[in-house]
């Protein structure tokens, strides 16, 4: 789909401003085995874009300069970058807590045996996508097969220790919504998909975490393909809630792009939104010890209001329930 999207920019969206930096989101490229419907990046196997290793030694170079506690890999598919694993060593070496977001059919892909075992080995936190619990619904959202390879995924990472009590492996799961809806309550799925889950494959996970689908690259051409742009704009808008403000993601996380640019969250990086230094020009991982960005006005626009409508919405599920 190539639908072209409505700008977002101009928008009556609150200003907001960030806190102190605690979560550096580094996207590794756009490079994925799987190419969903949902993807706000427009993520698939034909995607060519990949953090190179000069890049990657750059935000190493930073996490040992900062404060920052966690860091959290993304994409497209984080492990397809080659220099995946030489990240999360080097972050670990450091003592800082590692997110790896993955779709789980990586761990079935060629070329990356034992993933699942140096992820288990560096207590590397698994954020795994499982938009359903029902197969036919995970396949027609993420294409044909991926359910039963999914369940493969869960199982091998279960095997591990991820996801079982007393177990210092997190693995938590993410569940999208089909279409343009906002996600129904994070707290009563949770336990629909933990009784589900158990009671017909016998897989267990810490937490669900339910996360609206933003209007902008393959999502928001879908929309405005069928029509329902607008009204799914009109939709977050009417359930806007400002008690969420106070905990949306960009107040203590920066996104990192694959040529090693700045923005305030992945959805700005994706509508090329950059976070600005004192020079009002782009910021780069390169220079960000240099600068202060605590206080610093946030990039908005209306997409915006997809993290703050209804319940909410961050990386980390809903912000209240």
Not at 18 to 47: F, S
Not at 58 to 78: E, F, N
Not at 180 to 205: G, H, N, R, W
Not at 239 to 258: E, F, K, P
Request: proline fraction near 4%.
């Amino acid at each position: 789909m190539h639908a072209t999207l409505p700008l977002l920019r101009e928008t009556d969206f609150p200003p907001i401003r960030r806190n102190k930096l605690e979560t550096l989101q580094v996207n590794l490229g756009y490079r994925c085995n799987q190419q969903c419907l949902h993807c706000h990046v427009n993520a698939g196997p034909k995607r060519k874009e990949n953090m190179d290793e000069e890049t990657v030694n750059q935000v190493i170079d930073y996490l040992k300069s900062s404060d920052v506690k966690t860091l959290d890999l993304t994409g497209g598919a984080p492990e397809l970058n080659p220099h995946f694993r030489y990240l999360v060593t080097e972050a670990r070496k450091l003592n800082i807590k590692v997110i790896d977001r993955c779709n789980l059919t990586i761990l079935s892909e060629p070329g990356q045996d034992g993933l699942a075992e140096f992820l288990a080995e560096n207590n590397v936190e698994v954020v795994a996508s499982l938009p359903c619990y029902l197969e036919d619904n995970v396949d027609t959202q993420r294409g044909k097969g991926v359910f039963d390879t999914s369940l493969k995924g869960l199982a091998e990472l279960n095997s591990l220790g991820y996801g079982k009590e007393h177990s210092d492996l997190t693995l938590n799961l993410v569940y999208n919504p089909q279409g343009p809806t906002l996600p129904p309550s994070q707290v009563e799925l949770q336990a629909s998909y933990k009784e589900i889950l158990k009671e017909k494959f016998d897989v267990d996970f810490n937490q669900l975490f339910t996360i609206t689908n933003m209007p902008i690259k393959r999502f928001g051409s879908m929309l405005i393909s069928k029509g329902q742009f607008a009204d799914y704009m009109q939709l977050l808008r009417d359930n806007y809630s400002a008690s969420n403000l106070d905990g949306v993601m960009c107040l203590n996380t920066i996104s990192v792009d694959y040529n090693g640019d700045l923005f305030d969250c992945d959805f700005n990086q994706m509508l090329e939104l950059p976070l600005k230094g004192k020079n009002q020009r782009a910021m780069h991982i390169s220079t960000l010890a240099q600068e202060n960005i605590n206080d610093k006005s946030i990039v908005i626009a209306d997409h915006c209001y997809g993290c703050t409508a209804g319940q909410g919405s961050s990386c980390g599920g809903a912000l209240g329930d």
